[in-house]
């Protein structure tokens, strides 16, 4: 019958087409027609970062003939979502950067390959043993850290020192910087600082000051309620003083240092990781400085060495002895470690930072040097927060803004945070 | 399959059957052979995602680990659990409120001065409706962002400081966004115009109908139809609102989260938090809502949607 055979040719037609859609698809190809193996290895970050990657990259490539990299980078938001994408589609880069949030996740999703099995490459004895431990989940070892970041109260040098408020020391609490954002902004007539309430960061490290941690060992919320009011008490009384940054312009934080009030010379300090800071020579070309992120009342550090951003093999890799190496060479080389610099933070390996550490130059000194000067202060970092953090992270700004637009008092809003973050954890 | 095709037709004519027409279903099947390209599209790229859509609105799905079936908890979470979705929903609501009367208003304003435009009606017509094909684009919406943030050319012109960091004003900036491409409306409204017979305006003049009057009792009754079609495909699309809202408020529904409008709630739980479950829910709601209230605006059009055709007869 011409209508069957008909609906047989539909039939093909569309098997035809999708093969072609598929092919399409799965075009990643493995190795070039060459010989030689491509890896796939991306990362977020600036132009900075990127240019000095290339750089190394580029060197890999030479010391490994037979191996040629495609690299790939973008904006921290965007790469996460297409990372997250890619590892659900099982299609994860060999290797890719991955941030202390996902950790937790992509190993549990079996996305990493426990990289023991291939330590005959990947030389880890140079690390930092309780830097290394981060990259562990479950006494896996998924990820290897590439540099290490603390935070930092980072600010105008020649404003703060123009306005004759005392500079900030190593050891100084939260009421001491209390009292220097007051004076700053009474003597400049504009915020100290940037609202740290909106900041899960630097609520952490308060927290820790008091000997608190944000998250229990089993993954669940380490602290209640009363703690966040608390915080965020502290924050808002300042805001309404007006010695921290207006909700107009602390709800326009986007993570670049271009768009805190420090960026737009509205504010005289800022908090922020130490190596991003780097960003604020370009605004501010009179120099800004590092100090140290108040502690608690007791004197009780609450900033900690974080490792500032993983590297992992995808556990569908092709290639996972030369996708190691080439963690290996990120790491462990030493002309690798002169390009890359301190643009991923301090190296992780001790060695390097020993060694290259000194012949650091510019903004990559300064971080260097501030790093030293906490050198055996801080206390050890928490382990790899649970999964839900990276959502939470966003839910705790968008609680903090109801706060700062008065819409919420800071009792309401942290209560909304606990329920948020309890059901946020259980799923 | 084009050479098995070709004796099938050579034996055709010894059939004894309708000589001149094909037979019901070979047509069918020629009809199904043009179809299929987007039979095929409209299966793998939008009923078989809607299916596993809805499949994964029932479990609790990260993206990394197998779906897990929670039965109707992501519902029960969404509506007893979540304040924030609330606020969502609220602000959606006030969004279409506010965007859809000002854009028909504006699209039908506008339509009614070009008509009556004696020259250059080409010239403007497409001046105004660029807006629609321009607006829809990030950049335009980035620039929008620009134009209201602080420092930017409303808190320059006015000094009300910036919009989009005002919870009060920056709906109002993501919907005026929206309402500035009125094109397609209005192109739309500009036929529907033309259509008018000119004869019942004369008549109305003959009766001493003033131009407002002729607005309201020719004027709106016979576009009324128009106007409904409008006020439903707008709506659809208001509920459905994303982009202006994304870009304006930097991707994050602030300040605030007075933009967070549904879908950037939906995008932001199943994107940012990883929770397609709960977000597949949320779309399935959104879906069901809007099919609500499309069914609500059809049933009052038949109070006040003039079809010619009700009284003519059908002699048109």
């Not at chain 1, 700062?404 to 606990?418: D, F, G, I, K, L």
Request: aromatic fraction near 10%; hydrophobic fraction near 40%; include cysteine.
């Amino acid at each position: 019958m011409p209508g069957h055979r008909t609906k047989g040719f539909c039939a093909s037609a569309a098997a035809l087409v999708l093969c072609a859609v598929l092919a399409g698809c799965g075009g990643s190809g493995d190795s070039t027609g060459d010989g030689k193996v491509v890896l796939r290895y991306t990362w977020w970050g600036n132009p900075d970062r990127a240019e000095r990657t290339e750089q190394a990259v580029a060197l890999f490539e030479k010391q490994h003939p037979d191996v040629r990299v495609q690299t790939s980078f973008s904006g921290y938001d965007a790469y996460k979502q297409k990372l997250a994408t890619q590892a659900a589609g099982g299609d994860a880069p060999d290797v890719m950067q991955l941030d202390y949030r996902q950790i937790d996740q992509y190993a549990s999703g079996d996305v990493l390959l426990d990289l023991a099995q291939q330590k005959s490459v990947l030389r880890t004895s140079e690390i930092d043993q309780g830097l290394l431990a981060t990259g562990r989940v479950d006494g896996t070892q998924y990820a290897v850290p590439q540099g290490r970041g603390t935070e930092t109260v980072v600010y105008d040098v020649k404003t703060w020192q123009d306005s004759g408020v005392p500079l900030p020391h190593e050891g100084w609490t939260w009421d001491d910087w209390a009292d220097a954002m007051r004076e700053l902004a009474r003597r400049t007539g504009r915020p100290g600082a940037t609202d740290p309430g909106q900041s899960e960061d630097a609520f952490e490290v308060w927290l820790r000051g008091r000997g608190k941690s944000l998250y229990t060992e089993d993954g669940r919320l380490g602290f209640t309620a009363d703690d966040l009011t608390r915080w965020w008490t502290f924050t808002d009384r300042l805001r309404r003083e007006g010695a921290v940054s207006p909700a107009e312009q602390t709800t326009q934080l986007d993570g670049s240092v271009e768009n805190t009030p420090l960026g737009r010379g509205k504010a005289t300090s800022d908090t922020n990781w130490d190596a991003p800071s780097s960003g604020y020579l370009a605004i501010i070309p009179t120099g800004v400085a590092l100090a140290p992120m108040p502690s608690g009342e007791d004197g009780t550090p609450g900033q900690y060495f974080k490792p500032s951003m993983f590297l992992g093999v995808s556990a569908n890799t092709d290639h996972p002895k030369e996708a190691a190496q080439l963690v290996d060479f990120l790491i462990n080389d030493r002309e690798a470690a002169e390009i890359l610099g301190a643009s991923r933070g301090i190296p992780v390996n001790e060695t390097i930072r020993e060694e290259v550490g000194p012949r650091l130059k510019d903004f990559d000194k300064t971080v260097a040097d501030y790093q030293s000067s906490l050198e055996g202060t801080l206390k050890d970092p928490p382990q790899a927060p649970p999964s839900g953090d990276n959502a939470l992270q966003t839910t705790f700004q968008r609680d903090y803004d109801q706060v700062s637009y008065e819409r919420m008092s800071p009792r309401e809003a942290a209560e909304n945070y606990v329920t948020e973050a309890k059901a946020e954890l259980r799923s | 399959m084009t050479t098995t095709d070709v004796p099938a037709r050579t034996a055709r004519p010894s059939r004894p059957a309708v000589p001149k027409r094909r037979p019901r279903r070979e047509r069918e099947g020629a009809a199904w052979v043009f179809l299929s390209p987007w039979v095929l599209g409209a299966t793998v790229l939008t009923l078989l995602p809607m299916a596993v859509s809805l499949y994964l609105s029932f479990t609790d799905y990260d993206l990394f680990n197998p779906p897990r079936w929670v039965g109707l908890r992501n519902y029960t979470q969404m509506f007893t659990e979540d304040p924030r979705y609330w606020r969502s929903v609220l602000t959606t609501l006030t969004y279409v409120v506010l965007a859809v009367p000002l854009q028909l208003a504006l699209a039908l304003l506008v339509a009614i001065a070009l008509k009556s435009m004696k020259r250059g009606k080409a010239f403007y017509r497409s001046a105004f409706y660029a807006p629609s094909l321009l607006g829809a684009s990030m950049s335009i919406a980035l620039v929008w962002r620009a134009v209201f943030n602080d420092g930017g050319t409303v808190d320059n012109l006015f000094g009300t400081g910036g919009w989009v960091n005002k919870p009060g004003w920056a709906l109002l900036a993501v919907a005026l966004l929206t309402v500035w491409q009125f094109g397609a409306p209005m192109v739309i409204f500009l036929a529907g115009l033309q259509q008018i017979p000119a004869e019942l305006y004369e008549a109305a003049a003959v009766d001493g109908a003033g131009t407002w009057r002729q607005f309201l009792s020719v004027t709106v009754p016979m576009l009324s139809p128009v106007l409904f079609f409008n006020l439903v495909l707008q709506t659809i699309q208001a509920f459905q609102v994303f982009t202006p809202a994304f870009a304006v408020s930097a991707g994050k529904g602030g300040p605030a989260d007075s933009t967070l409008v549904y879908t950037l709630y939906l995008y932001d739980r199943g994107f940012v938090a990883s929770h397609m479950g709960y977000a597949s829910a949320m779309a399935w709601v959104l879906l069901l809502v809007i099919g609500a209230v499309t069914v609500v605006l059809f049933r009052t059009s038949r109070s006040w949607v003039f079809y010619a055709s009700d009284t003519d007869g059908g002699a048109r």
